[in-house]
């Protein structure tokens, strides 16, 4: 991270770095055993913060609430940046980069985001995302298996009360379904990318001829981790793309992020 910051100050001499840690509420540790995610959150801004004062760069930091897109969004307003940098763990160990964080920041908040494990998100045609009605929030979800529709069932559990769930088995239905009903009346589209008859980018592929696949709000959720799959995805319209973590804590916590950005969209 340090290289890229002295990139920048390169570029513009004058430059103030803003450190947000978002403190999770548990972290499972690489032997699974769950240790104090605030405590750590405070020692990971205290050794940031001395290392920019190191290298004789401004900084200043704080915490943030355990969802990063949340503890974004609250910091935003007063410090205005001109950029997003994020720090992650490599590919495949990065909650944050199977929850998407990067792509879903640069859509949501419209500034340019990096991460430093792997190459900037460019995404300049933002479109126009409206703003959902008041009420549950409904949601489509597309999803063949059986075993993994009842998982995301337990994913979206403890938001049960504030959503209306529709689930069906492939992306022809899904299609359908859309066709029917129209656009205005579906808040998230829920996408597994491999099923039968019409997959997920096909899927993506039929709206975006059709109808405004931002307003849809279609997440893909999928056990895929290939590059050229989530590129795909995310060119035809996917505003996110999570990637099924074995970690059900994880994977439910990348969910519940998503239905919290879209309902307080």
Known sequence: MTTRV?????????????????????????????????ERA???????????????????GELGGHDPMKATRLVIPHVHPDLILVSTLPTGLSRWLMMDLPHRLARRFRIPVEYVMGKPVNDDDWGTIPRRSPGPLRI???????????????????????????????GAEAVEHVRANGQDEIDLVL????????????????????????????TVVTSSVSTEDQERAHALGAGAYVIKDPDIHSFKEAIQSVIDEVAES
């Not at 100050?9 to 769950?34: F, M, T, Y």
């Open 6 to 38: 002295r990139e920048l100050q390169s570029e513009a001499p004058d430059l103030h770095v803003h450190v947000l840690v978002p403190a999770p509420k548990w972290i499972s540790s690489i032997h699974g055993r769950q240790v104090d995610g605030a």
């Open 140 to 170: 489509l979800l597309v999803e063949d298996s059986v075993e993994e529709a009842k998982l995301m069932r337990f994913a979206l559990g403890e938001t049960e009360e504030r959503i209306d769930l529709t689930v069906v088995s492939n």
């Open 191 to 218: 996408l597994d990318l491999k099923m039968p008859k019409v997959d997920g980018h096909e899927f993506l592929e039929i709206m975006a001829k059709e109808f405004n696949v931002d307003a849809l709000n279609v």
């Open 42 to 60: 405070k020692v990971q801004l205290s050794d940031a913060l001395e290392l920019f004062k190191q290298i004789g760069i401004s900084a200043t």
